[in-house]
């Protein structure tokens, strides 16, 4: 216990101590190597330390009840493990990376960065209502300031004003449940108005639909190292929420209901997040459609779940939590590699612009196989992380027990279907962004002094990808781990498996349904090597290099190399009911004609605008209680103090 007070001291002293140090360039590379050691010291705290504690920290200046409490179980062990991964790395990352930030810059950042992963430390640790709401206003507050510091433009305005206010949507959500949680009897009925209240906080937070809408809108306009952060872990908090209250507060008063909310919530943001993230050109914009159609899969498996939970298909419950988990955990390596892997090539080469990039393989080759090793973990290829859960997903649908209710039996056909539909174009979506920014020549002449990544970047990027292979080539001892969480749930739930090479559903040694991660890996290498004996061997003795086909042509410029529009276009024309489109098109007295295309959600003229509408009309009525009189100011003052008086004393 004592070594995570030490961590919790050390960020809240990292970052006072940068609100005072000035703006030098010397003591912020300190204040640096200060945070990667914090973060150093985070790992090894999720990694070493085994047990439960508490850390009460009471106050004389609070109410006995708003104490600080910090506790430290094992589903809090995993998450904050999930944090150091991706804290390290940003950590090392940013280095290097913010150095072609201004001082004051540099400053806020580090400044606000400190806060940013305390609190996400804080929100994982919680030991009662005040510390996780206070840490989660906090993260929400500091992630808004690493968000709009160099927000310059209206629509990056507009971009974290729409994430704050989506927050404290989802905050007051949260809120409400807490204090239903503490201060009345549960019953069925009031479960469910708790339940429905957690869920559109956390959906908030998570970027579900319909409240994904921040999520394209935050990503582009803040740096990539906290994009990482904000997907990698950000959205793993609201995870973990959903997890404590389904299964730790309201485990006794579940109903199958919660799950096919879940489900059907979930699916709709696969769906319509990978949707959008193939027809996206900016890379950072694609990566937020991303992880909108990963947090959709996660809490589809939560809501399989729940309701096998309800069924009493406690083995199935079982694997879909132990997919939760470690598709969470996934998602945090891959997703933190791929956005650190776009702010390395956006220091390089000052674009995020898929169509204007090209050949990068050659220029930054360090920076590309970390990548594709993001690319093929995300893809859910096999011996790569991704693949784990999603094998364990599908591999759901063949077991026992499934066709034992008629309702979920005829329901999960369509799981699957759209299951299948999706993960096809998460594929589709990879091959586009690795294909077209890291493949053929360079798009733009300036791409040609594009330099490598800095010692700081490749190790960062190394680090994950490494977590990422050693994850699908060998999960069964984070299996084992998760699973000794899951028993501490419910009995119900098995103990660690018995196997320990072989990925299988099955609870007995001598089942052999499953398959070896390894022993694939080995017969891809042998085979590989045949191919190469055989090629050696039965190949001409000397090879003729021509120049391309030219497919008719006489001169083959850059320009005809596939871009990122055209490559997506098939699927704009398959979805466009799920889609909107706006065309800027040139008159033709233009001197300079431009064209522009736009995808946007359709989402908004049907939801959002009206509901904005709506609003702004009910502002609209109210006006007239701004008379611009002091004198009517105070008697409203004084009213509310009133109110808040009697409603003290009668509470």
């Not at 919790?8 to 990667?36: D, E, K």
């Not at 709009?148 to 927050?167: E, M, V």
């Not at 992880?291 to 009493?312: K, R, T």
């Not at 969480?485 to 498996?497: D, E, K, V, Y």
Request: positive net charge; aromatic residues 16%.
């Amino acid at each position: 216990m004592a070594l995570l007070k030490i961590v919790v001291l050390a960020w809240l002293g990292l970052g006072c101590v940068s609100i005072i140090l000035p703006a030098r360039r010397l003591l912020l590379q300190s204040s640096r190597y200060g945070s990667m050691l914090a973060a150093l010291a985070v790992f090894c705290l999720a990694a070493f330390y085994h047990g439960s504690s508490t850390w009460l920290f009471d106050t004389s200046f609070f109410p006995y009840k708003l104490g600080f409490a910090i506790q430290f179980d094992p589903l809090s062990r995993f998450f904050v493990f999930l944090l150091s991964l991706s804290v390290l790395a940003v950590s090392v990352f940013g280095q290097s990376y913010f150095n072609h930030f201004t001082l004051r810059q540099q400053k806020l950042i580090q400044t606000v960065s400190c806060f940013f992963i305390l609190a996400m430390l804080l929100v994982l640790t919680a030991g009662n209502t005040f510390t996780f709401l206070f840490a989660w206003e906090l993260m929400t507050f500091s992630s808004y300031l690493l968000i709009a510091f160099n927000a310059t433009d209206k629509s990056a305005r507009q971009a974290g004003f729409l994430y704050l206010g989506i927050a404290h949507l989802g905050f007051l959500s949260i809120v409400i449940s807490f204090f239903l949680l503490g201060n009345m009897p549960i019953s069925a009925v009031s479960a469910n108005f708790i339940f429905v209240l957690m869920f559109i906080g956390f959906g908030a937070k998570a970027g579900l639909f319909p409240l994904h809408v921040w999520l394209p809108g935050v990503y582009p306009i803040a740096p990539s190292p906290i994009c990482a952060l904000m997907s990698g872990v950000i959205l793993k908090t609201a995870i973990y929420g959903m997890i404590r209250f389904s299964f730790y507060w309201l485990l006794p008063y579940q109903q199958a209901w919660w799950g096919y909310s879940l489900i059907t919530i979930g699916l709709c943001s696969m769906l319509i997040g990978v949707i959008h993230a193939a027809l996206q050109t900016d890379m950072k914009r694609l990566l937020a459609y991303s992880s909108m159609e990963n947090l959709g899969f996660i809490v589809v498996s939560l809501g399989f779940a729940i309701v096998f939970y309800q069924y009493h298909q406690y083995a199935l419950s079982d694997a879909a939590l132990l997919i939760v988990l470690l598709h969470s955990l996934s998602h945090s390596l891959f997703k933190s590699l791929l956005f650190l892997s776009t702010g390395s090539i956006l220091h390089a080469t000052g674009e995020r612009n898929l169509g204007k990039l090209g050949g990068l393989i050659q220029k930054m080759p360090w920076v590309s196989g970390c990548a594709l090793i993001g690319c093929l973990a995300m893809a859910g290829l096999p011996l790569f992380s991704g693949f784990i859960s999603e094998w364990l997903y599908l591999r759901i649908f063949f077991s026992q027990g499934m066709s034992s209710h008629f309702d979920f039996a005829i329901f999960s056909s369509v799981i699957v279907a759209v299951s299948v539909l999706v993960f096809a174009l998460a594929g589709f979506v990879i091959v586009k962004f690795f294909g077209i920014a890291f493949l053929g020549r360079p798009r733009e002449s300036h791409l040609v002094h594009a330099g490598p990544a800095s010692w700081f970047e490749r190790l960062s990027l190394v680090w994950l990808a490494l977590w990422s292979v050693f994850i699908g080539l060998w999960p069964m001892p984070f299996i084992s781990l998760l699973q000794k969480i899951l028993h501490g749930i419910s009995n119900q739930f098995a103990l660690p498996w018995p196997h320990l090479f072989t990925l299988s559903l099955s609870q007995s040694a001598a089942n052999h349904d499953g398959f070896v991660p390894v022993l694939l890996l080995m017969s891809l290498l042998a085979g590989l090597l045949l191919i190469f004996i055989l090629i050696k061997k039965y190949s001409a003795p000397s090879l003729q290099r021509n120049s391309a086909w030219g497919c008719g042509f006489n001169v083959i410029t850059l320009r005809m190399q596939e871009s990122s529009e055209g490559f997506s276009q098939p699927f704009k024309l398959i979805f466009s009911k799920l889609i909107q489109t706006r065309l800027a098109l040139p008159k033709a007295t233009d001197v300079n004609p431009h064209y522009a295309a736009q995808v946007t959600e359709r989402i908004w003229p049907l939801f959002y605008t009206p509901l904005t509408q709506g609003v702004w009309r009910i502002v609209a009525l109210t006006k007239w209680i701004q008379q611009g009189k002091i004198a009517v100011y105070l008697t409203y003052m004084a009213f509310t103090l009133f109110i808040l008086l009697v409603g003290v004393l009668w509470l």
